[in-house]
């Protein structure tokens, strides 16, 4: 069982430049998160999707768009880097979403990005 | 702003020992939840406390809810090596508010020493 697998894992980009991360799980579950890691900030939550077919704000999305192509996978875009967005960035699904109550996220190993 | 914030932020202890941390939130929550996190990996979930619940157990992991007081603790006993790593509280809000949202603490880097 792969569980929740990121791509790329390292990514080194200039100001301005655009990129996709990855997110893909097997697990058939209904949500999907993204978060970035910064020291001393915990995880915030960037975008997340309840269900194929919808995506939603979370804490932090200026400056990054989603896409929830598929139940399997949810990808993350920053179409023009700054160096603020130099983070790690974890995605996680759940099996419930919306109106079920508690959700336990599993997560990939993160994608650490570096904007110069 | 983080919902959860853990206290200590490090904690450094002797193999064998008992290592106790705390979560402390702001919101009426539906759920509890900690998380572990070692060095250059993702989180993986430990144990969930409803907010119907005070206390939940899973191994060597004890966790404790008041709500009133708005905090829970978590206590690793008997602690190993294999044990080094950060942990993380999140808080699950109300289904019908906050969706499937979790919100996550800073995290308290817990360090047992051989």
């Known amino acids: 069982n792969a569980g929740v697998t990121q791509t790329p894992k390292f990514q080194v980009l200039k100001t301005g430049q655009s990129m996709t991360l990855q997110c893909a799980q097997d697990m058939n579950h209904n949500s999907m998160y993204w978060y970035r890691q910064d020291p001393g900030m915990g995880l915030r939550l960037i975008y997340y999707?309840?269900?194929?077919?919808?995506?939603d704000k979370g804490e932090v999305p200026n400056g990054y768009n989603v896409s929830r192509l598929n139940k399997r996978e949810f990808s993350l875009r920053l179409e023009s880097a700054a160096p603020s967005q130099t983070s790690v960035y974890f995605c996680a699904s759940s099996v419930h979403g919306g109106v079920s109550g508690a959700n336990v996220l599993t997560f990939g190993a993160g994608s650490r990005l570096t904007v110069l | 702003s983080q919902q959860g914030e853990e206290d200590p932020q490090a904690l450094s202890i002797q193999e064998g020992e008992n290592a106790t941390m705390n979560c402390s939130y702001k919101t009426s929550i539906n759920n509890l939840q900690w998380y572990r996190q070692n060095s250059g990996r993702g989180l993986v979930h430990l144990i969930l406390i409803r907010s119907n619940e005070r206390e939940k157990h899973s191994g060597r992991l004890r966790v404790t809810l008041d709500t009133s007081k708005k905090s829970s603790s978590l206590l690793i006993t008997a602690s190993r090596a294999a044990d080094t790593a950060s942990y993380f509280c999140a808080t699950g809000g109300h289904p019908e508010t906050s969706g499937s949202r979790l919100t996550f603490g800073e995290g308290t880097q817990l360090t047992v020493n051989p």
């Open positions: 999707s309840a269900s194929e077919g919808t995506t």
